[in-house]
């Protein structure tokens, strides 16, 4: 096993997978201009795969999963590096990667409702104070005024997102019942390799051969997204998680979907609209309101803290 890092170098490696996740929104928009979502996220999970790999095998860390992890691995791949990525890589065809970053990180919100439904867990007076909060966030979004409800790829964009983001949540209930043998980090490599298995084969079954026009632009972007904003990202938080309180972690990554904004407003020119900045601070802050209770972290934490296990 791995010692903690320092503190310092602990909180510079936040900051790497802040930057990483949150311009990945953007990079991942970029990509499907120039491919199909799911062929694009299938290609994004095989070059994770070939990177963890040999990473995992260099730090000692490479395993065939216990058959008490075998479940854990299929639902997450199945439900966040399969369902919630390509719906996501789906929706970022049709709506600004700003409003889709919003809508992706409602999902700590509905974790809390999710886990107090199925896993019984209390929702304090405080943590509901949060999660209304988190839903008048989303409620901006789709006001007439931010939204135009006319526009059918708008609303199809907005609502690819959203299930997007109940799939996230429901990985990560399900992940938090499960009692793990190995660490979330040592299972990593076979969820990105399974999500690449099953991507191929949705993709081949239902778009053929994929006929992309390869440039050193696009080649780039995918290397960026799988190597840096999946399996490097993924290796940071494992070391960060052992160093740093979970409280101190999750409130640094909730930096991740303003870094997101703000990047796709460079990289892609899109518009800073007011509704968006009100809708994230509504969300990110009843997101840290409900992860702050009494010094202990809750369940409406951001994932990665909890499980390691993240892209965004």
């Known amino acids: 096993m791995h010692q903690g890092l320092s503190p310092r170098s602990a909180v510079a490696l936040l900051a790497i997978v802040v930057v990483a996740w949150g311009t990945n929104w953007p990079v991942t928009k970029l990509i499907v201009q120039d491919m199909s979502p799911v062929w694009s996220t299938a290609l994004r999970c095989g070059i994770a795969a070939a990177t963890l790999g040999p990473l995992l095998w260099a730090q000692g860390n490479f395993i065939i999963p216990k058959r008490g992890d075998v479940p854990v691995v299929f639902c997450t791949a199945l439900l966040h590096m399969v369902a919630f990525s390509a719906l996501v890589a789906a929706g970022l065809q049709f709506v600004p990667a700003g409003r889709a970053i919003v809508l992706g990180y409602t999902t700590p919100i509905w974790v809390a409702v999710g886990a107090r439904i199925f896993l019984s867990e209390a929702i304090t007076t405080r943590r509901a104070i949060g999660i209304a909060i988190g839903l008048a966030g989303l409620a901006v979004i789709f006001d007439s005024r931010a939204l135009d409800w006319g526009d059918r790829k708008s609303l199809l964009g907005s609502s690819l997102i959203l299930t997007a983001a109940f799939c996230w949540a429901a990985n990560i209930v399900y992940v938090r019942a499960h009692k793990w043998i190995s660490t979330p980090f040592q299972l990593v490599f076979w969820q990105v390799l399974i999500a690449a298995i099953v991507l191929s084969i949705l993709a081949m079954s239902t778009e053929g051969v994929p006929h992309i026009e ?99």
């Open 214 to 312: 390869w440039s050193q632009r696009l080649v780039g972007l995918l290397l960026y997204s799988g190597v840096i904003c999946t399996a490097l990202a993924h290796w940071a938080m494992s070391m960060v998680n052992r160093s740093l309180p979970a409280v101190t972690t999750s409130l640094g990554l909730l930096a991740t979907p303003v870094l997101g904004i703000v990047s796709a407003a460079i990289v892609l020119n899109e518009t800073l609209e007011p509704s968006l900045f009100i809708a994230m601070a509504l969300i990110i802050g009843g997101i840290a309101l409900g992860t702050v209770s009494g010094g202990k972290s809750t369940q409406m934490q951001p994932r990665a803290s909890r499980e390691g296990l993240s892209d965004r």
